[in-house]
C-alpha cells in the first residue's frame, strides 16, 4: 500500500518502484525458503543426519539417507522375488554420479561401478559387501526396512506379524476372538456367582448371629423382661 501511494503521488517513478518491488518479493521468498529449511534441519534434531549449525549439511545427509532407503528398498524387492543376478542402481541424490550395486548368481552383493562416485557411497559398498540379497527385507505392512534373522521371516517384527496374519486370516482370527470372548464372559459369569455365594454365605452368618443374640436377650422361662405373670 506504501508503494502504491508513493506511485500515485509521483515521489518514486514507476519502473524503479518495479524493480523496487520485485526485489523485495524475492528477498522475502529467500527468506520464507531459508526458514522452511531451517524448519525441516530442526525436524532431523536427535538423529545422525542433524549437523548443528550446518542447515545445508543436514539437508544433504538427509538426501543421502533417502537415496540409501531408495537403494536398500530395490534390494529387498529383488530379494523377495530371487529376481537375481542383477544391477541395481545407487538412488543418488540431484548432482551426483549413478552408482551400481551388482547381485551375483548365489544371491550375494557384491561390486559397486563406478568407482569414482561419492566417498559415502563406497561406504554403503563396504557395508554391503558379502551380504546375502535375502538377509535385507521391507515390511510389507509398516514398509520399514529390517534385518532378517531367517528366510522367511516376512515382517519386521511380531505387531505387523499379528495383524498382518489377521488380515490374511479374517475367519480364523473371527474365530478365535470370538471363542476368546466366549471364555472370558465364562470367567466374569464364574466370579460374579462366586461373589453372590460369597454374600449369600455372609448374611445367613449374619441371620444366625442375630437369632443367637435374641435367644440370650430373652430370660428363663420365655417371657420378656418386665412383665409379671
Known sequence: MANAAAKDIGIIPSKQLENLNAALDSKDAFQTFEAKQKSQAELLRGTVLYVKGDVGLTLENYGIGRSFRATLSLIAAHGERADYPAEIPIQMPSGFNQGWLSISTAGTLQNLRPGYVASWTNRLQEALAGVEIWRIGCCPRCSRLFWKARKKQSTCGKVCKMVRWREENKERWEEISNRAEEKRFQKREAARKEKEREER?????????????????RPPGGKSPGKRS
Open 201 to 217: 454365605a455372609r448374611l445367613a452368618t449374619i441371620g444366625i448371629r442375630e437369632k443367637k443374640n435374641r435367644r440370650v436377650a
